[in-house]
């Protein structure tokens, strides 16, 4: 099993949520969706709060990311279909 498709299916039967992050790469806005428990996320927004460079894979795995603040409608759905969250939300 190609790796990408293994990954998707250990994300999908997890009981580990997905979360929308936003930060900034050389002052262009980002955002991320972030696979990671709530402990780890605290971690990051507390890491986040001192404005220090980081790496997100230490604290979960990237699902998908892009440039922006809010993700295209496409990218919503792409999360929807293959891990059932819906963040329909952000574009409200």
Same mark, same amino acid.
């Given at each position: 099993?190609?790796?990408? /498709?293994?990954?998707? +299916?250990?994300?999908?039967? @997890?009981?580990?949520?997905?979360?929308?992050? =936003?930060?900034?790469?050389?002052?262009?806005?980002?955002?991320?969706?972030?696979?990671?428990?709530?402990? /780890?996320?605290?971690? +990051?927004?507390?890491?986040? @709060?001192?404005?220090?460079?980081?790496?997100? =894979?230490?604290?979960?795995?990237?699902?998908?990311?892009?440039?922006?603040?809010?993700?295209?409608?496409? /990218?919503?759905?792409?999360?929807?279909?293959?891990?059932?969250?819906?963040?329909?939300?952000?574009?409200?």
């Amino acid at each position: 099993m190609p790796a990408r /498709k293994f990954q998707n +299916l250990i994300i999908k039967n @997890s009981s580990t949520p997905i979360h929308f992050v =936003t930060s900034k790469d050389k002052g262009r806005d980002c955002y991320f969706f972030l696979m990671c428990t709530l402990e /780890k996320l605290n971690l +990051l927004k507390n890491w986040c @709060s001192n404005n220090a460079k980081l790496d997100l =894979t230490r604290y979960g795995i990237i699902v998908k990311s892009g440039f922006g603040k809010i993700p295209p409608r496409k /990218k919503i759905a792409e999360i929807k279909k293959e891990f059932g969250v819906d963040f329909s939300y952000l574009l409200k």
